[in-house]
């Protein structure tokens, strides 16, 4: 019965609706936006980076970027049928699977996303953790597209922080929120035995000062 609540189209809409709602309270600040765009606007390729902590503060946003279709891979799990629902609402491509389920069937239904419209985007530790651990999915995908790597973090000034796995934070009504998107990362040729676990290292030493 709960997952049939969940999934349906009313509460998806409910959701969506006060997700927006609440988001438009926030005081926000988008940094670094333009580079990217001009590489995806000159036909490159981008793949959003972010933890799975912050992917709330910025869902909303994002509508801002749907002409461009953005894609993203979601569990297949209940909750992920209620996430996939919303995010689509927010002008997100869904594509539905993770690393514990049909993880090779969205993996290549991403890479053939990002070949189509040029923009997707990876919750680099989700669904399930370990908090701060890249996966090597994401560098997989970008070796595939010959896409550059975009690294997307959130901070707000005040926020409730969940006791989750991945310390799940949601930024107070009217918080000021921080939206940075980092420098471009540019993946070197592969080849080398070891490139793959290089490049994925390489990646969480960015990415993890951002974890809060």
Not at 138 to 166: C, E, G, Y
Request: glycine content about 8%; overall charge positive; hydrophobic content about 40%.
């Amino acid at each position: 019965m709960k997952g049939r609540i969940i999934s349906s189209p009313v509460f998806i809409w409910f959701v969506a609706q006060l997700i927006s709602t609440y988001s438009w309270t926030f005081r926000l600040k988008v940094i670094n936006e333009q580079p990217w765009r001009d590489h995806l606007e000159n036909n490159g390729r981008v793949i959003f980076c972010s933890w799975h902590q912050q992917f709330f503060s910025f869902v909303h946003h994002f509508r801002a970027y749907r002409a461009y279709k953005p894609g993203l891979m979601i569990s297949q799990s209940k909750d992920g049928e209620l996430i996939a629902g919303v995010a689509h609402r927010m002008g997100w491509q869904t594509v539905r699977g993770s690393s514990s389920r049909g993880g090779l069937k969205a993996m290549r239904g991403m890479i053939q996303h990002i070949h189509d419209h040029r923009l997707g985007a990876h919750i680099l530790d989700g669904p399930r953790g370990p908090v701060g651990v890249v996966k090597k999915g994401v560098i997989h995908m970008a070796s595939q597209t010959n896409a550059i790597l975009v690294p997307v973090t959130v901070d707000a000034h005040s926020s409730w922080k969940f006791r989750s796995w991945d310390r799940f934070f949601i930024p107070k009504p009217f918080a000021r929120v921080c939206i940075r998107f980092g420098d471009m990362v540019v993946l070197p040729p592969s080849g080398a035995p070891d490139w793959l676990e290089t490049q994925r290292t390489r990646l969480e030493t960015i990415m993890l000062p951002a974890l809060v």
